[in-house]
């Protein structure tokens, strides 16, 4: 059996299942992220001349995830399993997802005194208002969406990762050099962006972006579904690599 005959279309079940599982993931995230112990950093001067504070906490979720899921998956059996399983059902309700919440950024943004609507003038305002995003730094409970987004986005790309490797280990009994490396050196990427994840504060999305959907999609869908089709190649690779 090949990983991409695991996949099921897209239908009732596993839409149901993503549209239950996503949310509980997302919320899990914001908690952690508000709570757990980070570093707090001022931000660069934006557009408008303000200097914002940050709590920077991504290191402490990252290792706190990575812990989880192995202890749960040793001591209960918890699989990643079926995220591979309802691949498509994932993606479209994370663009689904996303959709509803940059409505939400449209609405409340619009509405705010932060209210600063994209300089694009060939579209118009209410389309920019919903892409771009109508503010540059929208918060919820003292938390910058903007920072916090890159969580559940970089950190469920390598809970994606974990779903393959765990399939290989499944289906072969083993783990090849292939997928090791591949787990490894990505594992590290990540551990290295939040080594320093304040650098983040000096991005243009972070400083000069409003925060619509094209971010929010970015995060939720583009990046952990696109940055991970490694995966599907390397997961069906019983040989390994050789000339070392």
Do not use: C
Request: charged residues 10%; glycine residues 8%.
């Amino acid at each position: 059996m090949a990983v991409t005959d695991l996949i099921q279309p897209v239908n009732e079940e596993g839409l149901i299942f993503a549209a239950k599982v996503l949310p509980v993931y997302m919320l899990y995230m914001f908690l952690s992220y508000k709570f757990l112990p980070g570093k707090t950093t001022k931000g660069f001067t934006t557009p408008k001349g303000d200097v914002l504070t940050y709590h920077v906490a991504g290191m402490a979720l990252f290792i706190q995830t990575t812990l989880l899921y192995f202890i749960s998956h040793v001591t209960l059996g918890f699989s990643l399993i079926p995220f591979l399983m309802y691949f498509w059902s994932f993606l479209v309700m994370a663009t689904v997802y996303a959709f509803i919440f940059s409505l939400y950024l449209f609405f409340t943004g619009r509405a705010s005194s932060e209210y600063s609507t994209h300089p694009q003038p060939w579209t118009p305002a209410w389309l920019n208002d919903f892409w771009f995003g109508p503010t540059l730094n929208p918060r919820i409970w003292g938390v910058d969406l903007k920072m916090y987004f890159y969580q559940p986005s970089l950190i469920g790309f390598i809970l994606g990762i974990f779903a393959f490797g765990e399939y290989q280990y499944r289906e072969f009994g083993y783990l090849t050099w292939n997928m090791m490396l591949y787990q490894v050196f990505w594992w590290a990427y990540i551990f290295s962006h939040y080594w320093r994840e304040d650098f983040m504060l000096s991005t243009w999305d972070i400083i000069a972006e409003n925060f619509g959907f094209m971010l929010v999609w970015g995060d939720m869908t583009y990046l952990p579904f696109l940055y991970s089709i490694g995966g599907w190649i390397i997961a069906d690779m019983p040989e390994t690599i050789n000339g070392w």
